[in-house]
């Protein structure tokens, strides 16, 4: 097993092979962090009352337990990850499952490369592991990925959390999408599922469209 110190050094120099290493070699650590051996409560109830429509495309998708659920349920559903490791996973888990998913390697702040749009895109907890710079061209990004009047779910760990990590404050998600290009329909308190944690973490759920 990598050992934690490790893990962080790699991934402060080399973020993509940091990620690579952990879901090949140390998966516990993402278990430990932000894979929760199935889908994000908060995403799973947005698909259970419909609010997640259409074709739909998950960002930072790991090992796809978020949108297995959801095409589960029906949808198309595809899912880019900067991580080949975690890809790898979650194609074999759709292989077991019976379910039709795109997973892909690809880079979030490129999402033009996958040449279509999408009726919604979800993000558990990629937004709020992007720098500040990374936020701000993910932003543009996501758009050339979205129909207009398509819709943005957003999960992320709040500014609120007490432990320490990457976190979004509300005001960010405000200053983030304005400018007269998107919609913030609603952003709500909310938690992140952990394994370790029993109430898991602080976090905002948003709902952001494009015009």
Known sequence: ??????????????????????????ESHAFSNWEVGGPQPEMARLADRGEIKGAI?????????????IAAHGHEVWGIDFASSAI?????KARERGLKVNFMVGD????????????????VGLFHSLDPVHRQLFVPSLRSALKPGGTYHLLCI?????AQGNHVSHEEIMTSFNGGEWN?????????????????KLGWLASISRL
């Open 1 to 26: 097993m990598l050992k934690s110190s490790l893990v962080k050094l790699i991934r402060k120099f080399d973020k993509r092979r940091g990620y690579d290493m952990i879901y090949a070699f140390d």
């Open 57 to 69: 495309l998950e960002v930072g998708c790991g090992t796809g337990e978020n949108g297995l659920y």
């Open 88 to 92: 790898e996973k979650a194609k074999a």
């Open 108 to 123: 979030v702040l490129n999402l033009q490369s996958i040449g279509r749009t999408f009726d919604s895109v979800i993000d």
């Open 158 to 162: 709040s500014d609120r959390e007490p």
């Open 184 to 200: 913030i329909n609603y952003i709500h308190e909310a938690r992140l599922k952990t394994v370790n944690e029993k109430n898991g």
